[in-house]
């Protein structure tokens, strides 16, 4: 009824491999799109922006440039 000692330096080294490989996936998704299509998703989310830009309302009146009220 005696269990495998673990060798806590491996373990700590093993777990320390573990967490620099989702590092390293999480780096690989994040930087590793071509510029060419981070640009064309830039591209879009800015036309976006613009197009909800464009359909919003001013619920202020504009003052007119004779009024200082």
């Excluded at 922006?49 to 009024?67: F, I, L, M, Q, Y």
């Amino acid at each position: 009824m005696t269990s495998k000692p673990i060798n806590l330096r491996q373990y700590r080294k093993r777990k320390q491999r573990e967490d620099k490989a989702k590092t390293a996936e999480a780096n690989r998704i994040a930087h590793g799109t071509p510029k060419a299509v981070s640009d064309l998703a830039k591209a879009r989310q800015a036309l976006e922006g613009k197009k909800v830009d464009s359909h919003r309302r001013e619920d202020t009146p504009r003052a007119k440039d004779g009024d200082n009220q």
